[in-house]
């Protein structure tokens, strides 16, 4: 059985993880099934979104694979980290729009996981937590930089300080979701959002997801130049042409990511 599930929907991938035995847990071979899927989708016209998910009804993903994870070398430990925040490089760095549609429970390597996504919807029975601190350790994956730029330094810390969990609705008033759906309805809702993004510019998205994640952080002078470095060419493509002759036509645009 594969550890990763691959379908269409439309335009958007959506990948499952696929191990409910084990809370779908990261272990080094599906964290690289995923990477492979995503960094194939780049090139790919067809795929406007990715859609990553969990298999069954206990977990989005549970985090690494302890099992695998402790019977490993420190330096064996280290590289499985580092293979880790290359994965959710990826996500973060893909010109698509990466959605994950979240159930149950949301921990550690998963939390970081749903973190590199652009956009995160929450079934009512979500879970979130960061367990690592009480395992000697500390979230190693990029939560320690993605998770203050989305909740703030405090509130950060109080997660990580105490490895409290928190439910959808608390995840919600802090800003890491963007909604939050009953159990049946999540994929529906992140199928709902795909064809909502399907609607705009491939290469507007992939420009101000560009501009977004690099310049929130930069000084004002520094991100203004890079929004400007990453806006101008867009105005000599088809696809912005078609946008504004679409416009003056009252019709959809048919854009060709060119």
């Known amino acids: 059985m594969a550890d990763l599930l691959c379908e269409r929907a439309s335009s958007a991938l959506i990948l499952t993880l696929n191990r409910p035995q084990v809370m779908n847990a990261l272990s080094s071979e599906l964290a ?3 990477q492979k899927a995503v960094e194939n989708a780049r090139d790919d016209p067809g795929v406007r979104t990715i859609i ?4 069954g009804d206990r977990a989005f993903c549970a985090g690494m694979d302890l099992k695998q994870r402790s019977a490993l070398t420190p330096d064996q430990k280290w590289a499985q980290s580092r293979a880790g925040w290359h994965l959710y490089q990826s996500l973060m760095e893909s010109p698509k729009a990466v959605i994950a549609a979240i159930g149950g429970w949301c921990l550690g390597g998963g939390f970081e996981l749903a973190l590199a996504c652009d956009l995160r919807y929450a079934a009512d029975d979500a879970r979130f937590g960061w367990p690592e601190m009480t395992l000697g350790a500390y979230p190693g994956g990029g939560a320690a930089i993605l998770l203050p730029r989305l909740v703030g330094r405090a509130r950060a810390k109080e997660l990580f300080f105490t490895a409290r969990r928190i439910g959808a609705e608390e995840a919600l008033t ?7 759906v009953p159990r049946e309805k999540l994929m529906d809702c992140a199928l709902e959002v795909a064809r909502s993004i399907e609607a705009t510019s491939p290469l507007g998205l992939a420009a101000v997801k560009r501009s ?10 520094d991100a203004a130049t ?9 105005e000599a493509t088809h696809d912005y042409e078609e946008g504004i002759k679409a416009h003056f036509e009252k019709r959809k645009p048919v854009f060709r990511g060119n």
């Open 52 to 55: 990553l998910t969990g298999a």
């Open 32 to 34: 690289a099934d995923i």
């Open 212 to 221: 977004v994640n690099e310049g929130a952080d930069l000084p004002m002078d």
């Open 226 to 234: 890079l929004d400007q470095r990453l806006r101008r060419p867009l």
């Open 174 to 180: 802090m800003g890491l979701v963007q909604r939050v």
